[in-house]
């Protein structure tokens, strides 16, 4: 999809496509899940697959990291700013440490056991937010582990 154009999309959209995905496999192990979702229609410039793909590794990577804890839980929260969109996914994790913060988005970075993960998908996902001229970010000194991603609204000017 790297190759595809850019076209105007929706976010709640592809947070509906993106749930379409991993829904069964969040209910299924008991973890509960709570969408926010813009009002109105949050328009982007985008290649939707590769945001997705962006959301996608997020949750999986929530998924993963709660998946044994008590009381599993995933929160989709969407905001509205000035130029950006704001979406944050968190989870019932208690954060990540210092020393795991600053690798998390260096290339084959992993926390994981073998085999379970190639720690690319941050990495991935960096590129793919700032190829869609936006920003992701670890949120530190949340009470949950969070992660935050800004997308520029749709130039409504350009169309």
């Excluded at 979406?87 to 990540?96: M, P, R, V």
């Excluded at 085999?115 to 990495?123: A, D, I, Q």
Aim: aromatic letters at 10%.
């Amino acid at each position: 999809s790297s190759m595809d154009e850019k076209v105007p999309y929706s976010l709640n959209k592809i947070i509906d496509e993106t749930l379409d995905i991993c829904l069964e496999r969040i209910n299924n192990n008991g973890i509960a899940l709570k969408v926010e979702y813009f009002t109105g229609e949050p328009m982007i410039e985008c290649r939707s697959v590769e945001i997705s793909q962006v959301f996608l590794n997020l949750i999986n990577n929530s998924f993963q990291a709660i998946l044994s804890l008590p009381h599993p839980w995933i929160r989709i929260d969407c905001k509205e700013l000035f130029d950006f969109y704001e979406i944050k996914i968190s989870d019932c994790g208690t954060g990540i440490s210092d020393s795991v913060q600053k690798k998390l988005f260096q290339p084959f970075f992993t926390t994981k056991d073998i085999g379970v993960g190639t720690g690319l998908g941050l990495s991935i996902s960096r590129g793919i937010i700032e190829e869609h001229e936006g920003f992701i970010e670890y949120l530190d000194g949340a009470p949950h582990t969070t992660f935050t991603i800004k997308l520029p609204k749709l130039d409504t000017e350009d169309n």
